[in-house]
């Protein structure tokens, strides 16, 4: 019997990252430049001029290539068909023997469906040459989060969600999980953030900072994720890993409602981790703590309000290829 080799670990050593280019102005708007400017100030804060990773920039088209080989010299510029930029969910995941899996993907469970988010994770694989091995249930990459020994967290909003694989228990995913990803223990957390489109995807709510040490906000009242952090941290307690608490980045309105703003959509590179801010007054504090959980790198926060505007963040957009 063959054994699936988990994902490593975000923070084991990277050989390149791929990071969704905004390419669609019908999409972004009066957010394009802006967003395009965010994307690249991430790109470049994880090479870390030649320190950190080679940075992959994938662009939809033409004209969204040009405009990132301009804005991003250090990087690789990739063209390849997608709807929009959210690589986490829609690219490859990769396994510790380097082997690439591909999931279904149904736009979150039907709210967003845009032609070539179904098949770019396939062809980013094929780019680089992956062997890659196409799973028959729907997975999206930020639903799941991982310390590289077969331990994963996610949230039941999500995964057990009806939008998603009907058909399956949540012993059913959990067999999948472990057949497909190696991923033998599974840590089930309640709800993800409000108004998180994607239906509570994990990597906004918590993340694993070690082995078997998961990193998840604490708030006040005042904030509108109080209750969803105070039971997440409630029930991974429980499931016997150690929680370390990280400041909440608070209530963050955008046109009077209320967004999913986290510094858990951190993404952690060869030289550096970069923590989405918001222009609130956590932001400080936020680097701060995150700063102390990875003493061998350098956290570097970054506004990332036009990315926001899509509905994710700096992890949301970029899939680590492992070294």
């Not at 394009?32 to 940075?55: I, N, P, S, W, Y």
């Not at 690589?87 to 490859?92: Q, V």
């Not at 990769?94 to 899996?101: I, M, Q, T």
């Not at 709800?191 to 694993?208: E, I, P, Q, S, Y």
């Amino acid at each position: 019997m063959t054994t699936t080799t988990p994902p490593p670990a975000e923070w084991a050593p990277h050989a390149a990252v791929w990071i969704g280019f905004p390419s669609h102005a019908e999409l972004w708007q009066e957010d394009l430049e802006q967003a395009r400017k965010e994307v690249v100030a991430f790109a470049a804060a994880v090479h870390a001029d030649g320190r950190g990773e080679t940075v992959i920039l994938v662009a939809a088209d033409g004209e969204a290539a040009e405009a990132a080989r301009a804005l991003a010299p250090f990087a690789e510029v990739v063209v390849q068909p997608f709807g929009d930029i959210w690589l986490r969910d829609t690219g490859p995941i990769l396994l510790g023997d380097g082997s690439a899996r591909l999931f279904g993907f149904n736009g979150w469970g039907g709210k967003y469906d845009l032609p070539g988010d179904d098949t770019v994770g396939e062809r980013l694989a094929e780019d680089r040459g992956l062997g890659a091995t196409r799973c028959d249930w729907i997975l999206e990459g930020g639903a799941i989060d991982g310390d590289g020994t077969g331990t994963v967290v996610t949230t039941r909003q999500c995964l057990l969600n009806p939008n998603r694989n009907p058909e399956l228990t949540q012993e059913g995913i959990e067999r999948r999980l472990a057949d497909d990803l190696g991923l033998t223990r599974v840590v089930w957390l309640g709800d993800g953030l409000l108004n998180d489109h994607t239906d509570g995807h994990v990597d906004n709510l918590a993340r694993f900072v070690g082995a078997n040490r998961v990193a998840i906000p604490e708030a006040s009242e005042n904030d509108p994720n109080w209750q969803v952090y105070n039971a997440a941290r409630r029930d991974a307690a429980a499931a016997g890993l150690e929680v370390v608490a990280v400041p909440s980045a608070g209530r963050v309105l955008r046109d009077g409602e209320v967004i999913p703003a986290s510094y858990m959509n951190f993404y952690i590179g060869n030289a550096a981790v970069v923590v989405p801010v918001y222009g609130t007054e956590n932001d400080a504090a936020g680097v701060v703590a995150i700063q102390a959980l990875f003493p061998d790198r350098e956290v570097v926060g970054l506004r990332a309000d036009a990315i926001l505007t899509g509905g994710g963040s700096f992890h949301c957009i970029s899939q680590q290829v492992p070294r």
